[in-house]
Nanobody, 121 residues
Framework: QVQLVESGGGLVQPGGSLRLSCAASGFALDDYAIGWFRQAPGKKREGVLCISSSDRTTYYTDSVKGRFTISRDNAKNTVYLQMNSVKPEDTAVYYC??????????????WGQGTQVTVSS
């Protein structure tokens, strides 16, 4: 059974850092593109960034460029979202998703349950 489990969310002060993890089970994560999405209160879910199976990063949101990075550890079947210099507007539920193929242009196939990130002083 394909499963994605996010962890690492919580409360962080503006300007701080947080690393989210997305642990996959039921499939080999390194064969697929994996993306991070987020949904703020009252807003639609938006794509943040994606990493292809060849480790190419695609940013969907300009506001996180230079602050967020995505990486994968295939041995642990886990993808990470490193969030630096966080801002209050980064507050959202963050979801990881496995695409149906190796590229970030593929359709999303599976979603995690989400992890809450709150940026506040």
């Amino acid at each position: 059974q394909v499963q994605l489990v996010e962890s690492g969310g919580g409360l962080v002060q503006p300007g701080g850092s947080l690393r989210l993890s997305c642990a996959a089970s039921g499939f080999a994560l390194d064969d697929y593109a994996i993306g991070w999405f987020r949904q703020a209160p009252g807003k639609k879910r938006e794509g943040v960034l994606c990493i292809s199976s060849s480790d190419r990063t695609t940013y969907y949101t300009d506001s996180v460029k230079g602050r967020f990075t995505i990486s994968r550890d295939n041995a642990k079947n886990t993808v990470y979202l490193q969030m630096n210099s966080v801002k209050p507007e980064d507050t959202a539920v963050y979801y990881c998703a496995a695409y149906g193929g190796s590229r970030c242009l593929s359709a999303v196939g599976s979603w995690g349950q989400g992890t809450q990130v709150t940026v506040s002083s």
